[in-house]
């Protein structure tokens, strides 16, 4: 049975995302990973391809993280917290942290092993597949810790990405670009749609409402 403490923090965490602006953010920096993923493969030397992905995607996903966080703030300030209030987001507990890394680990060894049992050739057409599959497991996570339908949603979609990418059996980096282009579009329409309606929901109170009796 929760207590009335887990209920409150649950709703709290939930808050974060009512407004789909994370989601926005999130997609984008996604998005534009796979629009990356794409130019290297189209525009870039063959023999420079490795190298600037080894370097360019881990940059700006760090980068795109940090701006989409404080892009989302300063959106939040100006649309979510005149019309609902501000709300204090409680610390990630360690438990939730190691869940997430479990996870990013259980996919790293996943990988190794279908590289030792089937061979290379047929690993790397598994690997979207097994990647969409324990990405939608993340997303379930934040569903559950927020209690969004959407999110279960998302990790259906993702998962049907996943699957997508292993029967079309593209390759590099052009598998890359279906996975993060789906999974960025996926975040985006989701992140729209709610925006959508909260905004719809929740209008502006009328000037100098505060000050009312």
Do not use: C
Not at 57 to 79: D, N, S
């Amino acid at each position: 049975m929760k207590s009335p403490l887990d209920s409150m923090q649950k709703r709290t965490r939930r808050y974060w995302y009512e407004d789909g602006l994370s989601e926005l953010a999130g997609g984008s920096v996604i998005l534009l990973l796979a629009l990356l993923n794409l130019a290297i493969a189209r525009f870039s030397p063959p023999e420079w391809q490795g190298l600037l992905s080894a370097v360019v995607l881990p940059l700006v996903m760090i980068g795109g993280a940090v701006i989409a966080r404080a892009w989302v703030q300063r959106l939040k300030e100006r649309l979510t917290y005149p019309r609902t209030g501000l709300v204090i987001y409680p610390r990630p507990r360690p438990s939730r942290r190691f869940r997430t890394a479990g996870i990013a680990l259980g996919t790293a060894v996943t990988v190794t092993l279908l590289s030792s049992l089937l061979g290379a050739a047929q690993a790397e057409r598994l690997l979207p597949a097994v990647t969409g599959l324990f990405t939608a497991l993340l997303i379930v996570l934040i569903g559950i810790q927020v209690g969004l339908v959407r999110f279960y949603l998302l990790a259906v979609w993702q998962t049907v990405i996943g699957l997508l990418g292993s029967w079309l059996a593209l390759p590099q980096p052009f598998d890359l670009v279906l996975f993060f282009g789906g999974l960025g579009a996926g975040f985006l329409v989701s992140g729209a749609l709610t925006l959508i309606r909260y905004l719809r929901n929740n209008p502006l109170p009328p000037a100098g409402h505060e000050d009312q009796p």
